[in-house]
């Protein structure tokens, strides 16, 4: 990939096998390496231009897959004792570049809808959601103390 990724993310090409019917691509395994344990799935849209971030959490490792559509996810390491902490991760998935994305605990993360009317994402954490005592953490997706901008960059 050529990006130095934050201690803890991974990344996981997905495969896709196409025929005449349509396609399939596995999104995550048990007797794969970057399989920890299960929580739960669930499947979260983001329309066009909405940033859905920033959030860490101190126990629950995320997996997303960008399923239609592309979003813009981006990690950013604030742990303090982390060799990568002050790094930023910024990666660009979906149909077009099928990834599976893992963010550790600890990491804040956030992603951006890059697609007209929405994206569909689908999350495989390690630990089930807890209504009553979520482990989640938030800050603005346009806070001044992660130093990312959302906006579309034209290179």
Known sequence: MGLTL???VKVKELTVIPDERGRLFEILRRDEAIFTTFGQVYCTTVHEGVVKGWHYHKKQMDNFVCVSGMIKLVAYDTRPRSPTKGRLNEFFLG??????????PGVYHGFKGLSHPEAIVINIPNEPYHHRHPDEYRL????????????????
């Open 6 to 8: 934050i201690r803890g």
């Open 95 to 104: 149909v077009h570049r099928p990834l599976l994305v893992q963010i550790p």
């Open 140 to 155: 603005d997706p346009h806070t001044n103390e992660i130093p990312y901008d959302w906006n579309q960059v034209d290179r």
